[in-house]
């Protein structure tokens, strides 16, 4: 641990930061992973108080806080935590408020190739259910499941939500940071370029670059996917659905593999292929 950090934590964080910044791509876009980097030498934490500050969040949404009721439990969040950088993507429903209330403040955005995302996002939502969650997954994808298509029964059974649900969200998260995060203060990362960017994240927090660490957290390669056993053409189609903008503008190199799947247009090069990142 880097010595400044070390005396700013045993002296109650009586030290000013050095550099206030949020990760706040969304869910499976390697927020871990950002998080780890800065551990070692920074004051970082991943998804810190999340069920409290999910559940303030919800509140908000359904207008059971004021405005400036989420401002004071942001403020008061802030002067107990102390964070140098955080790294939790359900803040991106309040970062308008953050912006503005911490007018230094930068933001890291990661993001992820959509298809990779909703093979991550449904397999994580198969196999484990953490209680600090379950109030957020129920109500920004099981609340938001309207019914389910004949090709999603197999999510029906499961206990998963709607690939509309799923996919809208994920648009609509990186619709909130082109909304609300002034574009001077956020640097977008694709999850997949993340090793190769510490020279550029350095330079956009005015630090040190030795002082981010390299390390893929919470990675699970080359793992078998929930929804591989859902029909593929009717997955791409939801996919573009929702994510065509966010595919255009972030993976341009995955468009002949979408035009091919929904038989627009041949493939112009045939090694285009999805990218099967490890990192969740």
Same mark, same amino acid.
């Given at each position: 641990?880097?010595?400044?950090?070390?005396?700013?934590?045993?002296?109650?964080?009586?030290?000013?930061?050095?550099? %206030?910044?949020?990760?706040?791509?969304?869910?499976?876009?390697?927020?871990?992973?950002?998080?780890?980097? =800065?551990?070692?030498?920074?004051?970082?934490?991943?998804?810190?108080?999340?069920?409290?500050?999910?559940?303030?969040?919800?509140?908000?949404?359904?207008?059971?806080?004021?405005?400036?009721?989420?401002?004071?439990?942001?403020?008061?969040?802030?002067?107990?935590?102390?964070?140098?950088?955080?790294?939790?993507?359900?803040?991106?429903?309040?970062?308008?408020?953050?912006?503005?209330? =911490?007018?230094?403040?930068?933001?890291?955005?990661?993001?992820?190739?959509?298809?990779?995302?909703?093979?991550?996002?449904?397999?994580? %939502?198969?196999?484990?259910?953490?209680?600090?969650?379950?109030?957020?997954?129920?109500?920004?994808?099981?609340?938001?499941?309207?019914?389910?298509?004949?090709?999603?029964?197999?999510?029906?059974?499961?206990?998963?939500?709607?690939?509309?649900?799923?996919?809208?969200?994920?648009?609509?998260?990186?619709?909130?940071?082109?909304?609300?995060?002034?574009?001077?203060?956020?640097?977008?990362?694709?999850?997949?370029?993340?090793? %190769?960017?510490?020279?550029?994240?350095?330079?956009?927090?005015?630090?040190?670059?030795?002082?981010?660490?390299?390390?893929?957290?919470?990675?699970?390669?080359?793992?078998?996917? =929930?929804?591989?056993?859902?029909?593929?053409? =009717?997955?791409?189609?939801?996919?573009? %659905?929702?994510?065509?903008?966010?595919?255009?503008?972030?993976?341009?190199?995955?468009?002949?593999?979408?035009?091919?799947?929904?038989?627009?247009?041949?493939?112009?090069?045939?090694?285009?292929?999805?990218?099967?990142?490890?990192?969740?």
């Amino acid at each position: 641990m880097d010595i400044y950090d070390k005396i700013r934590r045993k002296t109650g964080k009586v030290l000013p930061r050095r550099f %206030h910044c949020y990760c706040i791509g969304a869910a499976k876009t390697a927020t871990t992973s950002i998080s780890s980097m =800065f551990e070692h030498n920074f004051d970082s934490q991943h998804e810190a108080n999340i069920q409290a500050t999910n559940h303030n969040i919800i509140d908000y949404l359904e207008n059971k806080i004021t405005q400036e009721q989420m401002l004071d439990y942001l403020k008061e969040r802030d002067q107990q935590l102390q964070l140098e950088l955080e790294s939790t993507h359900s803040l991106i429903y309040v970062a308008n408020e953050l912006s503005s209330l =911490f007018p230094d403040a930068k933001f890291i955005v990661t993001v992820r190739e959509p298809m990779d995302w909703i093979r991550s996002r449904i397999n994580f %939502h198969f196999k484990k259910h953490p209680p600090e969650w379950e109030e957020y997954r129920q109500f920004f994808w099981m609340d938001k499941t309207e019914g389910y298509a004949d090709e999603e029964a197999l999510l029906k059974e499961n206990d998963l939500a709607s690939l509309d649900a799923y996919l809208s969200q994920y648009a609509q998260h990186y619709s909130l940071v082109a909304k609300n995060i002034p574009q001077d203060r956020r640097l977008i990362i694709r999850m997949g370029d993340i090793s %190769h960017k510490n020279a550029e994240i350095a330079e956009f927090l005015g630090i040190k670059a030795s002082k981010i660490v390299p390390e893929h957290s919470n990675s699970q390669p080359n793992k078998a996917a =929930f929804i591989d056993q859902l029909d593929q053409q =009717f997955v791409i189609q939801k996919i573009w %659905h929702h994510c065509q903008d966010l595919i255009e503008e972030f993976f341009p190199e995955q468009i002949p593999y979408y035009q091919e799947m929904l038989g627009n247009t041949p493939v112009t090069n045939p090694d285009t292929k999805m990218e099967q990142e490890g990192i969740q």
